[in-house]
């Protein structure tokens, strides 16, 4: 009798574990877990230039920058302001009209690029001598 009120135990116990699991898993799946803050650097886009490097385009705290990114590292090629959020016209406020709709190109990316090119930053070796002769005042 005491090894049928074991086993009886055992079962139930283990049915308890699997219902919490699969309860779990349930809650898990269907997407009910907290807001994730907003990203702070938001990529725009990238474009391959050669082998393993490429030119790519980031948002970072409402300025675009356009980096170089190569296997040794990354250079900062130009910064803008980021552009406003586009506003989308609702249809009531559009006129009603027959005419086929004109499309304006966008202005070319080389005149919106085309700021003066940043300070070059420092080298590794200045950074490591600055760092070594800082340590050496202490």
């Known amino acids: 009798m005491d090894d049928l009120l074991l086993a009886l135990r055992v079962v139930v116990s283990l049915g308890v574990v699997i219902a919490l699991l699969w309860i779990v898993q349930r ?7 907290r807001p994730q803050k907003a990203a702070v650097v938001r990529l725009i886009g990238r474009q391959g230039v050669a082998g393993k490097s490429s030119v790519v385009v980031v948002e970072v705290e409402g300025e675009r920058l356009v980096l170089g990114v190569t296997e040794q590292g990354m250079t900062v090629l130009a910064r803008h302001d980021a552009p406003a959020e586009p506003s989308i016209p609702s249809l009531e406020s559009a006129p009603a009209t027959d005419a086929p709709a004109t499309v304006t190109p966008l202005a070319p990316a080389r005149a919106r690029l085309s700021a003066a090119p940043l300070a070059t930053p420092p080298s590794w070796a200045a950074v490591w001598q600055r760092a070594l002769g800082s340590a050496a005042q202490r």
Request: net charge positive; no cysteine.
């Open 27 to 33: 809650r898990l799946s269907t997407g009910e877990r």
